[in-house]
């Protein structure tokens, strides 16, 4: 069965760091593309940031520079790397998974929240 | 950057009765458009991908239609479980990503 379970959210002050880390269970991270999606409160859905099972990773205007997305195969977990947050960063942060087919994501992770405020 | 406008914000209905959700993208996206469902407090739910293919464990009562610009989901004699968000995302010239703004239907 595949499973997506992300962690490591939690209140952040402006200008802090966070890691975001999202464990699979059921296949390998490394044979799909993985993307990070965002929901402030209350709002839709936002594409943040994908990597390709061919290691290459892009980013949406919003966080490029400041966002960096990787995983460790080993570990099987895709992680998210958060710098310089503001507000507008506040969200529910889901990982979910395009099983190669560049196509849909079938499966996401229940989300983990991540609030920047003073 | 291809724009999704979905239409309308929320539709109001009565369990039993037939959804139809639109959604058109700012450029042709072929048949690369999928459809999510999410239900407050959760995660988005694959519906339909390629315009039109149900995804797995999906019931017949949601179809998908459409190609280009003009997207259509269709949820056939609503069930109570059906009341929830859907976002169409397309998948033709990404990356970015990029979804619509969301369908709320709820009860009537």
Known sequence: ?118 | EIVLTQSPATLSLSPGERATLSCRASQSVSTYLAWYQQKPGQAPRLLIYDASKRATGIPARFSGSGSGTDFTLTINSLEPEDFAVYYCQQRSHWPPLTFGGGTKVEIK
């Open chain 1, 1 to 118: 069965e595949v499973q997506l379970v992300e962690s490591g959210g939690g209140l952040i002050q402006p200008g802090g760091s966070l890691r975001l880390s999202c464990a699979a269970s059921g296949f390998d991270v490394s044979t799909s593309y993985m993307s990070w999606v965002r929901q402030a409160p209350g709002k839709g859905l936002e594409w943040v940031s994908v990597i390709y099972s061919s290691g290459s990773m892009y980013y949406a205007d919003s966080v490029k520079g400041r966002f960096t997305i990787s995983r460790d195969n080993s570990k099987n977990t895709l992680y998210l790397q958060m710098n310089i947050l503001s507000a507008e960063d506040t969200a529910v942060y889901y990982c979910a998974r395009d099983p190669g087919t560049g196509y849909y994501d079938d499966s996401w992770g229940q989300g983990t929240l991540v609030t920047v405020s003073s």
